[in-house]
C-alpha cells in the first residue's frame, strides 16, 4: 500500500452509520485476533503458576524483558519467597539481590514491599479470594492507588492473576493498531483500553489470549523494522507500515 493511503477499514468507519461502524469495528478486531491465533496458536500467557506469582511478575516486568523477570522469579523460588507472607518478611536488602536480574531492583524490591502492605491490610488480608470477591473497577481503583502500580500493572494483576475481563495495554498494541489505522498513533491509555473492551466480547479467555497475541505480533513482525510481508496480517492489505518501512 503506498505511504500515506488509508486502510480499507478507515475508509469505510468513516461514512458508516454508528451502529454499522460498530459491527465494522468488532469484525475487524475478531479478524486480526483470528488471522494471528491462526498462525501462533493459543499462547496462554501469563506464565506463572499461582495468581501470586503473576502479580510479583506484573510489577518485575516494568521496563525490563520477560526473560530478566524469569530470572528474578526463579531466585525468589530457589529462596522459597514466592508466598505472600514469606515475601513479606524478607529484608529489603536481601530482596533487591533477588531480583536484581528484573533491572530497577532497589525501585522494584520497594515496589513489592508496598504491595505487600497493601494486599495484607483490610478489606484484601492477604486473601486472593478477596480480591477476586471485588468488582473489577473497584479494584482497578485500589491499585492504581497504590505507589509503584500504573495502568499496565493493574490490568495485567485484574487479568491474569484475579480472571478479571480488563483489557491489558502495552507499546506493541499502540503500535500495531495505530499502523492498522483503528486507532490514533497518540490515543490514551484508557482509551485504547475502552476501545478493546467496548468492541470485543466480555471474554477473560479472549483478552487473555488476544493480548498474547499482540505481543507475539509485535516481538515477531511489528518491529522498528517491520517485517510486514511475513505477517500473518498482511494479506489484510490495511497496515499503513505493510510496505516494509522502519516505522
Known amino acids: 500500500m503506498p505511504h500515506g493511503k488509508k486502510p480499507q477499514h478507515s475508509r469505510r468507519l468513516k461514512n458508516a452509520s454508528r451502529q454499522t461502524r460498530d459491527q465494522v469495528l468488532r469484525q475487524a478486531l475478531l479478524n486480526i485476533y483470528r488471522r494471528s491465533r491462526a498462525h501462533f496458536g493459543r499462547l496462554d500467557w501469563w506464565p506463572g503458576e499461582t495468581p501470586f506469582e503473576v502479580m510479583v511478575g506484573a510489577i518485575l516486568t516494568q521496563n525490563t524483558s520477560w526473560a530478566n523477570v524469569e530470572r528474578a522469579i526463579d531466585n525468589l523460588k530457589k529462596n522459597q519467597l514466592l508466598q505472600p507472607r514469606r515475601l513479606r518478611k524478607v529484608k529489603l536488602q536481601k530482596l533487591e539481590q533477588l531480583i536484581r536480574p528484573s ?145
Open 103 to 247: 533491572g530497577y531492583f532497589r525501585q522494584k524490591a520497594r515496589r513489592l514491599k508496598i504491595f505487600l502492605e497493601f494486599f495484607f491490610a483490610p478489606p484484601l488480608n492477604g486473601s486472593i479470594a478477596n480480591m477476586k470477591k471485588i468488582p473489577a473497577g473497584r479494584m482497578r481503583q485500589m491499585l492504581l492507588a497504590v505507589k509503584g502500580i500504573g495502568p499496565e500493572t493493574a490490568d495485567s494483576i485484574l487479568l491474569y492473576a484475579l480472571d478479571k475481563p480488563v483489557f491489558v495495554i502495552d507499546a506493541y498494541t499502540r503500535r500495531i493498531f495505530s499502523q492498522l489505522g483503528l486507532a490514533p498513533e497518540k490515543i490514551s491509555y484508557e482509551d485504547l483500553r475502552k476501545f478493546f473492551e467496548q468492541n470485543l466480547p466480555q471474554s477473560v479467555s479472549l483478552f487473555n489470549d488476544y493480548h498474547a497475541q499482540i505481543v507475539a505480533i509485535g516481538k515477531h513482525f511489528c518491529k522498528k523494522r517491520a517485517k510486514c510481508q511475513l505477517c500473518p496480517l498482511f494479506d489484510l492489505r490495511k497496515c499503513h507500515a505493510h510496505d516494509s518501512r522502519p516505522l
